[in-house]
Nanobody
């Protein structure tokens, strides 16, 4: 049974930084894309950032230049470095792994709150 375990969320003031981590426990033969999504109550979950096996990245326009996604394949872990955080970044953040044959794995979510 594969589980994704997230850590690093919390409360931060505007302009501050947080680093989210997401590690897979269990065995996944191959992890293709790794990504981070976020969701606020009453809205659909939205893509924040994604990184492919080859290291190509893509970001939502709202986080470009402030967030950086990375991955450590040996550790089956992805990271999201979030700088210059804004109140509108407040959300529950979910990590996502795409495994073989299109199988999707999701983390349990971690709350990020940006407030003074």
């Amino acid at each position: 049974q594969v589980q994704l375990v997230e850590s690093g969320g919390g409360l931060v003031q505007p302009g501050g930084s947080l680093r989210l981590s997401c590690a897979a426990s269990g065995s996944i033969f191959r992890i293709n894309a790794m990504g981070w999504y976020r969701q606020v109550p009453g809205k659909q979950r939205e893509l924040v950032a994604v990184i492919t096996t080859g290291g190509s990245t893509n970001y939502a326009d709202s986080v470009k230049g402030r967030f950086t996604i990375s991955r450590d394949n040996a550790k089956m872990t992805t990271y999201l470095q979030m700088n210059n955080l804004k109140p509108e970044d407040t959300a529950v953040y979910y990590c996502h792994f795409r495994g073989p044959f299109g199988v999707d794995y999701w983390g349990q979510g971690t709350q990020v709150t940006v407030s003074s």
